[in-house]
């Protein structure tokens, strides 16, 4: 085990030899149990964001611990030109738990939009390449993915970007149909857009949508690497709609906190991806895999979709209820554990506030706290984190 570094220390160290692109608050974590994690200074921290969605079982699950363990005892690696079991276990999980599609593993929601992007063009007609996606939309850092996202703060610096993508409002569907053209090959959306401020998508919105694409021979993608994996109450959010898409990718608590991504494809699809055409070297490695089969396995073992449900209501009722005694808060909105909340005024005092006080949580879009806590998280937890909110909105100005 490292030898253990004060704060101080490993920010210095990070001064010195981490690329600065991330602005991050002075708190160095170092060990996390259930909804809990702990600094380098002892201090316990509520985690009601599960970093950014990630941590879906909580910190370091006991079933994502045994099955990580085993599995690096075991067989850490073997490259894509040979067969190994927990790539193929997931695939089947993932296909029997959605809509009986085929998995391509990478390693990032990043690369999963970049190959549900390049398998649209696959797909479609020679002349078709553009995608339509959508305002306030967030689908990655890499060019594919930042051409897709709709939000121009990312764009900065890095035109020209990837060519054929057109920004349509959301929830608006004669403008997709107006958008649409012979050259459109797909349509990318985010059932309910996470950075973008917990915006949900209308069924009959996404229904509009399925219909558009199967009338102009385009591939309908859901990116769900914020919604995927239990977040939202089901274990994809496009089954609260009934809507089934032709591509879906996910990321963020497939694996639990161990880095994977995974384009999921109808077979017909999925077909038009042949050798050859895309790869990753990491993508679907032993380790990784065999702890998607671990989340997958505890969500549906432990009926945490139920628990999502469950204290996901819970946690929208008693914020409901803080708004009738805050104004700052303007709506109170999401599904299952995606939670957001529209203040009135800029949310950042009031995330740094209870970040002070032990609890975190995320401020996107300016004015929208984010609560995205562990699909295991109890009611009890809910009320400490709740009454840690109240006295930061009490208190920042
Ligand atoms: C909806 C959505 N798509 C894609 C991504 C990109 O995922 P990653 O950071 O793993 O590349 C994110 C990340 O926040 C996301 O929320």
Redesign the pocket.
Do not use: L, N
């Given at each position: 085990m490292a030898e253990l570094l004060s704060t101080q220390e490993t920010i210095e160290m990070f001064d010195k030899y981490v690329v600065a692109n991330y602005g991050r608050l002075p708190v160095v974590l170092v060990r996390g149990e259930g909804s809990y994690v702990w600094d380098a200074d002892g201090k316990r921290y509520l985690d009601l964001f599960s970093g950014?969605?990630v941590t879906s079982l909580g910190h370091c699950h006991p079933k994502l611990v045994a099955a990580v363990r085993e599995q690096v005892g075991t067989l850490i690696f073997m490259a894509n030109h040979l067969y190994t079991q927990p790539q193929g276990r997931l695939a089947k999980l993932l296909s029997e738990t959605s809509f009986g599609g085929k998995c391509f593993f990478c390693n990032?929601?990043?690369?999963?939009?970049e190959a549900a992007l390049k398998l649209a063009r696959l797909h479609t007609a020679k002349e078709k390449y553009k995608v339509l996606t959508f305002e306030d939309?967030?689908?990655?850092?890499?060019f594919g993915?930042i051409s897709a996202t709709a939000q121009s703060k990312y764009h900065q610096g890095f035109q020209p970007l990837l060519a054929g993508f057109e920004y349509l409002p959301l929830n608006d569907l004669d403008a997709v149909r107006g958008a649409a053209d012979d050259e459109t090959c797909g349509i990318l959306v985010?059932p309910i857009?996470?950075?973008g401020g917990v915006n949900l998508c209308t069924r009959e919105f996404l229904q509009g949508l399925r219909d558009l694409c199967d009338e102009r021979g385009m591939v309908l993608i859901f990116?769900?690497?914020?919604?995927g994996v239990g977040r939202t109450g089901k274990m994809f959010a496009y089954q609260h709609t009934g809507v089934v898409p032709d591509m879906m990718?996910l990321?963020?608590h497939l694996g639990g906190g161990v880095a994977i991504?995974a384009l999921v494809a109808k077979p017909e699809v999925a077909a038009s991806m042949k050798p050859g055409t895309h790869a990753s070297t990491f993508g679907g490695n032993c380790v990784a895999a065999a702890a998607g089969c671990a989340v997958i396995q505890t969500i549906l073992e432990d009926h945490l979709l139920d628990n999502a449900n469950e204290v996901g209501g819970y946690a929208v009722a008693k914020l409901r209820e803080l708004q009738q005694r805050q104004p700052k808060i303007r709506q109170v909105r999401g599904l299952g554990l995606m939670i957001g909340i529209e203040l009135a005024e800029s949310g950042a005092g009031v995330f740094k506030a209870c970040l002070g006080k032990g609890l975190l949580i995320n401020c996107t879009h300016d004015t929208v706290l984010r609560f995205m806590p562990p699909l295991t998280v109890s009611r009890e937890e809910i009320d400490e984190g709740l009454a840690i909110l109240a006295a930061a909105l009490e208190e920042v100005d």
């Open positions: 950014w969605a990032s929601g990043a690369e999963a939009i939309s967030f689908h990655g850092r890499t993915a985010e857009q996470g950075e990116d769900e690497v914020q919604t990718t990321a963020k991504g």
